[in-house]
């Protein structure tokens, strides 16, 4: 069983950055890619970002490639999501999630784990 846990989310201003990060527990953190989705109000869950599992490789949504950057540390166990530029579009629960393949990928149906997500809430 792989756990997953995110925080750093919260309330920023229009223009501002947060950090989100996801510590991640049970399995071996290298052996999964890991990607980065959110869910708004009455939305579908969207995918934002993804890593394979050395790092080498990232893959972004069009909406977010500018702004997002994900990175992971397979020493500590964590992926983390740097956002900057935050819009009020941008208010969501964001998730993390383990998928057990090698490259990004952006189809939540090959992520087996996902965390409880964290609250973003953009202010304008």
């Known amino acids: 069983q792989v756990q997953l846990v995110e925080s750093g989310g919260g309330l920023v201003q229009a223009g501002g950055s947060l950090r989100l990060s996801c510590a991640v527990s049970?399995?071996?953190?290298?052996?999964?890619?890991m990607g980065w989705f959110r869910q708004a109000p009455g939305k579908e869950r969207e995918f934002l970002a993804s890593?394979?599992?050395?790092?080498?490789?990232?893959s972004y949504a069009d909406s977010v490639k500018d702004r997002f950057t994900i990175s992971r540390d397979n020493a500590k166990s964590t992926t983390s999501l740097q956002m900057n530029r935050l819009k009020p579009e941008d208010t969501a629960v964001y998730y993390c999630?383990?998928?057990?393949?090698?490259?990004?990928?952006?189809?939540?149906?090959?992520?087996?784990?996902w965390g409880q997500g964290t609250q973003v809430t953009v202010s304008s």
């Open positions: 890593i394979s599992r050395s790092g080498g490789s990232r």
């Open positions: 049970g399995r071996t953190f290298s052996s999964y890619a």
């Open positions: 999630a383990a998928a057990g393949v090698s490259f990004p990928t952006g189809r939540s149906y090959e992520y087996s784990y």
